[in-house]
């Protein structure tokens, strides 16, 4: 079906509030991923989920980064707090498990802008 | 630690040109290695890879080969199209890790 969507597709805020970015994979993918890319630079990674539970939270920056997917699917990644250094482009991506090897698709990502 | 390092860009080359984008990585054991693609205005699309020692990744006329004894994975187009310009990624995965780790991207403008 269709790819990997992500929305917003643009979020502007203010310092201090909180964000929420969401991304639906595509359907029947198991794992999903979560990069941030600021300017200039390739994506990094934040946080990947096999099912339900992150299997590796190691690239979250700080504890103001947090993400779920309750059902397997649609995830959410939050942010608290926020903070200027934090504008960047969000990128979602997913991939099956036990076809090509870490084959990840990715989507059209959430510009974040922090004021 | 884990690190992908390519060239520089922007690179700019007329149509028909050839095309090197080099890219060199940091890793323990025998990650899988990939290139990826982003058309303007679009997402970031697989465009090859290759998942062990002396392999070929092939697709749209780039081809890029997994060389351990020098750690690198270079991306060459023999005659490169205007539709070609685009940034492109060179990333790698460690063995038994899910996370893509990838190099700062090179910008290629193609004229005509």
């Known amino acids: 079906g269709a790819g990997v969507s992500q929305t917003p597709s643009n979020k502007v805020t203010e310092k201090g509030k909180y964000v929420e970015l969401r991304c639906d994979p595509i359907?029947?993918?198991?794992?999903l991923y979560w990069y941030r890319q600021s300017l200039g630079q390739g994506p990094e990674f934040l946080i990947y989920f096999q099912g339900t539970g992150a299997a590796d939270d190691s690239g979250l920056p700080n504890d103001r980064f947090f993400a779920v997917r309750p059902e397997g699917s649609v995830s959410t990644l939050k942010i608290q707090r926020t903070e200027r250094g934090d504008s960047a482009v969000y990128l979602c991506?997913?991939?099956?498990?036990?076809?090509?090897?870490?084959?990840?698709?990715f989507g059209p990502g959430t510009r974040l802008t922090v004021l | 630690g884990n690190s992908v390092t390519q060239m520089e860009g922007p690179v700019t080359l007329s149509e028909e040109a050839f095309l090197t984008i080099n890219c060199t990585y940091t890793?323990?054991?025998?990650?899988?290695l990939f290139w990826y693609v982003q058309y303007p205005g679009e997402g970031l699309q697989l465009l090859l890879k290759?998942?062990?020692?002396?392999d070929k990744g092939s697709n749209k006329g780039f081809e890029a080969t997994y060389r351990k004894e020098t750690t690198s994975f270079h991306l060459e187009k023999g005659s490169v199209q205007v539709s070609d310009s685009a940034v492109y990624f060179c990333a790698h995965a460690q063995g038994g890790s899910e996370k893509l780790v990838f190099g700062k991207g090179t910008k290629l403008t193609v004229n005509p």
């Open positions: 290759a998942t062990k020692a002396d």
């Open positions: 890793a323990t054991g025998y990650p899988s």
């Open positions: 991506a997913s991939s099956s498990r036990g076809t090509s090897i870490n084959e990840q698709f």
């Open positions: 359907s029947g993918h198991t794992a």
